[in-house]
Nanobody, 126 residues
Framework: QVQLVESGGGLVQAGGSLRLSCTAS????????MGWFRQAPGKEREFVAA????????YYADSVKGRFTISRDNAKNTVYLQMNSLKPEDTAVYYC???????????????????WGQGTQVTVSS
């Protein structure tokens, strides 16, 4: 059983930065894909970024490319999402996700991931 705990959300002005953390436990994550998704009120959960734990290959949604960076710290079993140049449309609950069998096919989808964190709120004011 994989446990994921997110932290780092908050309120920030447009143009500002936040760093989200996702600490994982319960497994050896060397073969896992770790992803970040977000869900705004009234909208479906959407893919933001992902990293393959072993290869450190990274993937991003077009809407965040060049602004967000995903990374991982092997020693801390933690995945980070550095978010810069934040926009009001980035406002959402951000979720960390993990799965051993998630494969990138041009994007990731919620159903690709079996383990989820509780979410952390990110609010960007204009």
């Amino acid at each position: 059983q994989v446990q994921l705990v997110e932290s780092g959300g908050g309120l920030v002005q447009a143009g500002g930065s936040l760093r989200l953390s996702c600490t994982a436990s319960g497994r050896t994550f060397s073969s896992y894909a770790m992803g970040w998704f977000r869900q705004a009120p009234g909208k479906e959960r959407e893919f933001v970024a992902a990293i393959i734990w072993s290869s450190e290959s990274t993937y991003y949604a077009d809407s965040v490319k060049g602004r967000f960076t995903i990374s991982r710290d092997n020693a801390k079993n933690t995945v980070y999402l550095q978010m810069n140049s934040l926009k009001p449309e980035d406002t959402a609950v951000y979720y960390c996700a993990a799965d051993r069998k998630a494969y990138y096919r041009g994007s990731y989808y919620s159903y690709d991931f079996g383990s989820w964190g509780q979410g952390t709120q990110v609010t960007v004011s204009s």
